[in-house]
């Protein structure tokens, strides 16, 4: 019973730009995965307004027995973080 107006989709960004993105739709039933330090994302707010509506989500961190460094795209985050080159614009 999820409707657009609903909001709450996942935002996929292209690496390259914050204009460019892919909205996923929070229906029901649907499971998505991805490698968080690969993919630049958010999540949209949600204007859902009755219990029967809302959507909830499951955050699940994995632990590797092996120690794997976490990728990281400078270039990318410049251009979607831009406060966070800038130590200063970060205390205000």
């Known amino acids: 019973n999820w409707k657009e107006e609903h909001g709450g989709c996942f935002r996929a960004f292209k690496r390259d730009s914050t204009e460019s993105f892919t909205d996923i739709e929070p229906k029901f039933d649907r499971f998505f995965c991805f490698w968080s330090d690969e993919l630049i994302h958010s999540v949209q707010p949600s204007f859902a307004e009755k ?16 120690e794997v460094p976490i990728k990281r795209d400078e270039e990318a985050e410049k251009i979607h973080f831009p406060n966070l080159a800038d130590p200063e614009a970060l205390s205000g």
Do not use: C, F, N, S
Request: a negative charge; zero cysteines.
């Open 51 to 66: 219990v029967e509506e809302h959507r909830w989500a499951l955050t699940v961190w994995l632990y590797a027995g092996d």
